[in-house]
């Protein structure tokens, strides 16, 4: 039994639509990706059919420097659907209830940021996340849901898991394809090598899923954030904050002592980067071996260059290569080498391949990859691994249920 989609919802109703435009912004101006492409699908579909769309989603999380309010989405998402998207900046009060009202048929409105909400955030189950007074005030101005943020799907919000228990509740085109398309991935089996390039700035998601995915990668390639830290467990001096950075410290002391357990018990399974690359005082890329390292004083932007050699030379080894992060800071070219190696080896061979996130999606664009090298493109990051675990994600669940009860309910 799976969820019901968009084709089981009859149109011109009031439709709430859960996506998942988070995207990078680069001084204070949000960066155009694939994301809002591909919602802009299930969005267009919607309005085309007659239906009111009320699109809500969030940016950033509180206290970064990228949550800030959607304004510049709804200019983005409104060029991608090609019909205008209002944006009112209130996630649940009279205003945003007064723009919901106001909507005619075939109309696009987006509310702010929903994690400026208070009954957003902190992960509780649907049940309580169901009778927040969020929840309650916005389904009574709409008929249905649509959830298409399958990228957000492994976070209980309220935005993601409340509404199924008090709407009729569906999946997006973009749930859809992406649920069909991990699922089907988490389920496949290869005689050759397994490879999971493991980078990004979330190393908490990514770390959290290394211990589950213990059967079924055989060798972790690693860089960015949890890079860093998975050296600092071997005894660098790397993987802390300096100079007002905020990506380590706290994701250390999350994960110390799983990083410890996982080189412990996978320690031939993980690869390290041999070198570092850092911006000199002329401003260039420079490299350092790890060994030559001896006290951290700025940012590793990048993994270096022999590191991408040995993670090319293992990448043409594999049968299947899963990508979850990029290696470095790859917006900024100079820092692009390691993810651009990477992607290159993989684009290159004729393994399977999945890239993952948002953010590293994004790089093969921009370094003018073809998607058509890669078996699977997803814009889903943390949501991606966690399904290759096999694990079910909240917000499919809640979609499952409901769609199980409305059968159970109709039998
Ligand atoms: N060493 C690094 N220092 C700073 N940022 C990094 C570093 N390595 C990778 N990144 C950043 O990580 C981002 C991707 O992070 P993350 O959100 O975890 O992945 P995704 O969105 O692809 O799931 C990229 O935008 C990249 O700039
Ligand atoms: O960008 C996202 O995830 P990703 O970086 O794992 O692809 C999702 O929007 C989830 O965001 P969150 O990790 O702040 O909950």
Same mark, same amino acid.
């Given at each position: ?107 696009? #409105? ?56 008090? #709407? ?62 998975? #050296? ?180």
């Amino acid at each position: 039994m799976s969820f019901d989609t968009i084709d089981d919802l009859d149109p011109g109703q009031r439709v709430l639509v859960r996506l998942d435009l988070n995207s990078p912004v680069e001084d204070g101006t949000v960066q155009d990706n694939r994301r809002f492409e591909r919602h802009a699908e299930t969005v267009r579909e919607l309005a085309e059919r007659g239906d009111r769309v009320v699109c809500m989603a969030h940016q950033g999380r509180p206290g970064d420097d990228d949550f800030v309010s959607l304004r510049q989405h709804a200019d983005i998402l409104a060029e991608h659907v090609g019909r205008d998207v209002r944006f009112v900046p209130d996630t649940y009060g009279p205003e945003a209830v007064e723009a919901i009202e106001a909507l005619d048929d075939g109309e696009i #409105l987006l509310l702010e940021n929903v994690r400026m909400c208070e009954d957003e955030l902190p992960e509780e189950d649907p049940g309580v996340k169901s009778r927040c007074e969020f929840v309650r005030t916005l389904a009574e101005h709409v008929d249905a849901y649509v959830n298409d943020a399958y990228s957000a799907a492994h976070r209980e919000h309220a935005s993601l898991v409340g509404f199924p228990l008090v #709407l009729p509740a569906y999946a997006g085109r973009v749930m859809e394809s992406e649920y069909e398309a991990n699922t089907a991935i988490a389920s496949r089996t290869f005689d050759g090598q397994v490879t999971m390039v493991v980078g990004g700035t979330k190393a908490t998601d990514v770390i959290s899923v290394m211990e589950a995915l213990d059967e079924k990668v055989d060798q972790f390639l690693l860089g960015g954030i949890a890079g860093e830290l998975f #050296l600092r467990a071997a005894g660098y001096p790397v993987g802390e904050d300096v100079a007002g950075m905020d990506l380590f410290d706290d994701q250390w002391e999350a994960n110390a002592d799983t990083i410890r357990s996982v080189l412990d018990e996978r320690g031939d399974a993980i690869t390290l980067a041999l070198d570092l690359a850092y911006e000199d005082d002329d401003g260039e890329r420079a490299e350092i071996d790890v060994e030559d390292v001896e006290e951290k004083t700025q940012g590793f932007l990048d993994v270096g260059s022999d590191t991408v050699e040995a993670y090319d030379a293992v990448v043409r080894d594999s049968e299947a290569v899963f990508v979850k992060g990029a290696l470095g800071l790859f917006e900024d070219e100079r820092f692009s080498v390691g993810t651009v190696g990477v992607l290159e080896a993989i684009a290159e061979t004729d393994c399977f391949s999945v890239v993952g996130g948002g953010d590293t999606s994004r790089a093969i664009e921009m370094y003018g990859l073809s998607e058509d090298d890669f078996s699977h493109v997803s814009i889903a990051g943390g949501a991606y691994i966690r399904a290759l675990t096999g694990d079910s994600l909240p917000a499919v669940d809640v979609l499952v249920e409901a769609a199980n009860e409305r059968d159970g309910g109709s039998a």
